[in-house]
Structure formats: structure tokens, C-alpha cells
């Protein structure tokens, strides 16, 4: 009986730890952008992540981050390029594992994916950097026309240092596609990921 009772109690504290380490990763990942964007804390114009708004997430935020200076793009436009941070936390890895599985029947550019299988082209999808640890789900979104491999990269072992580790599982978008699963990818042939 204590031990239901210690449950019980202990469940909301560890929920608030992992909600508020989450957070603390996305305020120190956003203190590193601060000097090279603007950032804002925005409520809509999220990008379409296919149906993954529509899981059980138990805490989001959304934010913009907007380059300060003006580049030239591939296309020879002067523009400020756009970029995309979403977190998405679970209760727990179990919670996380049901909507990863719900959200890959339509995925983002609502193309229906099996976990660990890579894709080479995926219509009006943005470069995307997503990690999955533990009970998260980090995303960042990148410009097509903003963005060349170097940049990618960079950002890439940016996120990582920050939200991942060791076990995070990492899947790459490139404009258009592909789509890789270039980190602890899970095996496409195990029973756990089957709808």
C-alpha cells in the first residue's frame, strides 16, 4: 500500500522534473541562438508535422527564431532566413513510443513511414532535424532556400549537444526529402514498432 501511495505522489514531482530539464535545454539551446536571431514565443503558424499535434504530449513549445542579419541565398535573394524549434514531452517512453507510432501513419509531408527505413524523396517537406529522447521530441525546422549541407550539419551537432545523447534517435529531412534515421535507428523488423 506505501508503495501505491510513494506512486501516486512521486508520478506529478518526476513529471515536473523532466518537463522542467526540457525546458532548460530549449532555454539554454535558445541563449546560445540569441546573439545571430531573433527569437519569439509564438502560439500558431507551427509547421505541419503531420499528425503529431493530435498525441497525447503533456507539454509544447513553439518557438521562431529569425537570423538577425540579412544573407544571400542559392537563389541570389537577400532574405533572413527562418527557422523552426518545437519540443514535445510525454509522460513517459511508453506514452512517447504510442505516438511516435500513430504519428509515423502520417508523418510530416503526410507520407506514411516505418520506423529505421529511410526515404529518397518526400514532396514539400523543409529541411528538418528531429531528435527523439526518452519522453521527447525535439524539432527544428530549416529554410530550403537558406540552408546549404555545412549549415545543416552545424545545426545538426548543435541539437545534439543540447537535446540529445548517447540513445537519442535522430532522424535528417532534406528539402524534398530524403528522409534518414542517421542515429540509433530502430529496426524496422521489430514487432515493439508495428501498428
Given at each position: 500500500?506505501?508503495?501505491?501511495?510513494?506512486?501516486?505522489?512521486?508520478?506529478?514531482?518526476?513529471?515536473?522534473?523532466?518537463?522542467?530539464?526540457?525546458?532548460?535545454?530549449?532555454?539554454?539551446?535558445?541563449?546560445?541562438?540569441?546573439?545571430?536571431?531573433?527569437?519569439?514565443?509564438?502560439?500558431?503558424?507551427?509547421?505541419?508535422?503531420?499528425?503529431?499535434?493530435?498525441?497525447?504530449?503533456?507539454?509544447?513549445?513553439?518557438?521562431?527564431?529569425?537570423?538577425?542579419?540579412?544573407e544571400i541565398n542559392e537563389l541570389g535573394n537577400s532574405v533572413r532566413p527562418k527557422y523552426d524549434l518545437s519540443t514535445f514531452a510525454y509522460e513517459d517512453e511508453e506514452e512517447?513510443?504510442?505516438?511516435?507510432?500513430?504519428?509515423?501513419?502520417?508523418?510530416?509531408?503526410?507520407?506514411?513511414?516505418?520506423?529505421?527505413?529511410?526515404?529518397?524523396?518526400?514532396?514539400?517537406?523543409?529541411?528538418?532535424?528531429?531528435?527523439?529522447?526518452?519522453?521527447?521530441?525535439?524539432?527544428?525546422?530549416?529554410?530550403?532556400?537558406?540552408?546549404?549541407?555545412?549549415?545543416?550539419?552545424?545545426?545538426?551537432?548543435?541539437?545534439?549537444?543540447?537535446?540529445?545523447?548517447?540513445?537519442?534517435?535522430?532522424?535528417?529531412?532534406?528539402?524534398?526529402?530524403?528522409?534518414?534515421?542517421?542515429?540509433?535507428?530502430?529496426?524496422?523488423?521489430?514487432?515493439?514498432?508495428?501498428?
Amino acid at each position: 500500500m506505501k508503495n501505491i501511495i510513494f506512486l501516486i505522489v512521486s508520478t506529478p514531482i518526476l513529471l515536473h522534473g523532466q518537463i522542467e530539464e526540457l525546458k532548460q535545454r530549449t532555454s539554454l539551446f535558445l541563449q546560445e541562438q540569441s546573439k545571430a536571431f531573433k527569437i519569439k514565443e509564438i502560439n500558431g503558424s507551427e509547421p505541419d508535422y503531420g499528425i503529431l499535434k493530435e498525441t497525447q504530449f503533456i507539454f509544447h513549445q513553439y518557438y521562431q527564431l529569425k537570423q538577425i542579419d540579412k544573407e544571400i541565398n542559392e537563389l541570389g535573394n537577400s532574405v533572413r532566413p527562418k527557422y523552426d524549434l518545437s519540443t514535445f514531452a510525454y509522460e513517459d517512453e511508453e506514452e512517447l513510443k504510442y505516438a511516435l507510432k500513430f504519428w509515423f501513419k502520417e508523418f510530416i509531408g503526410n507520407k506514411r513511414i516505418t520506423p529505421g527505413r529511410d526515404y529518397r524523396k518526400v514532396d514539400h517537406v523543409k529541411p528538418t532535424l528531429i531528435i527523439i529522447e526518452r519522453n521527447t521530441i525535439t524539432i527544428l525546422t530549416l529554410s530550403c532556400y537558406a540552408t546549404d549541407i555545412q549549415e545543416f550539419r552545424n545545426w545538426r551537432s548543435i541539437m545534439l549537444a543540447v537535446f540529445g545523447s548517447p540513445n537519442s534517435i535522430l532522424v535528417e529531412i532534406g528539402c524534398n526529402g530524403p528522409i534518414e534515421w542517421t542515429k540509433n535507428s530502430p529496426d524496422p523488423k521489430d514487432p515493439s514498432w508495428k501498428r
